[in-house]
């Protein structure tokens, strides 16, 4: 089976038409969680990563919270006679949630929330994970190279770009499934102090440097720091950056 890439920019309401009543809810205010909603709709493909893509706050009398996902997709057709994987790479508009969904994902950019593999098997916020991660260790898109990191094959590229060009090492994978056995989110190795991966994470510093910045600005501004309230809720085994209504979205 050929391999083949598609590339979006799409709203959610143009491609779920299950998602449209959702979009609408969360746009006035409601309280909904698009990660829930969007996996119900994307459970239908064979597999699936979604990602949180950025946040935003914008300051008020009552501060408005936002979330955005990159969506990653793999379908089989047929293509010019031909049976192909056709994988597609889209970003969805901003979704407005509430207070507690937005402290349920703030800490996850960059990172998968919810997935599926070609076996079935579903993951969700609780197994949260760096990109690709998934797909490493599987001889059928890559293979371990010199010096113990993971190579994806060429036409896998796309997989290596969403890491940022971090390296997967034998060690790291290790951690990574001892974590998402266990149900618990993983933020790729940690090195003085610092997660790799995650809204506070030296790859995220590196590809997301927007973000970053006003991350960065929001706790100059004495942003208050919400992370023990989540990882309290979610069972969490790291932590990143807080929030408060210092952060001004772009």
Not at 110 to 131: F, L
Not at 142 to 155: L, N
Request: net charge positive.
């Amino acid at each position: 089976m050929s391999i083949r890439w598609q590339h979006h920019w799409i709203s959610p309401i143009v491609l779920w038409t299950s998602v449209i009543s959702a979009v609408v809810f969360v746009g006035c205010g409601g309280r909904r969680d698009p990660v829930e909603t969007l996996s119900r709709d994307l459970a239908r493909y064979p597999e699936f990563s979604l990602m949180l893509e950025d946040t935003r706050i914008q300051d008020g009398f009552s501060p408005d919270y936002f979330l955005r996902f990159r969506i990653l997709t793999a379908a089989g057709q047929k293509v010019d006679g031909r049976d192909t994987l056709v994988y597609s790479d889209r970003v969805t508009n901003w979704y407005e949630v509430g207070d507690g969904v937005f402290g349920r994902y703030e800490n996850f950019v960059g990172m998968v929330v919810a997935s599926k593999n070609r076996e079935g098997r579903m993951t969700d916020v609780r197994q949260a994970h760096p990109p690709a991660y998934q797909y490493v260790g599987n001889s059928q898109y890559g293979s371990w190279g010199g010096g113990g990191f993971w190579q994806f094959y060429g036409q896998y590229a796309l997989m290596s770009h969403m890491m940022g060009g971090w390296r997967v090492g034998r060690n790291d994978y290790t951690d990574y499934r001892r974590n998402h056995e266990r149900g618990r989110p993983y933020y790729g190795p940690t090195e003085k102090g610092r997660s790799t991966f995650g809204s506070g994470g030296t790859v995220t510093e590196k590809t997301r440097p927007n973000f970053y910045r006003r991350q960065k600005q929001r706790l100059r501004s004495g942003g208050r720091n919400f992370s023990n309230r989540t990882q309290s809720r979610m069972g969490r085994s790291g932590s990143s950056w807080g929030r408060g209504s210092g952060f001004r979205g772009k």
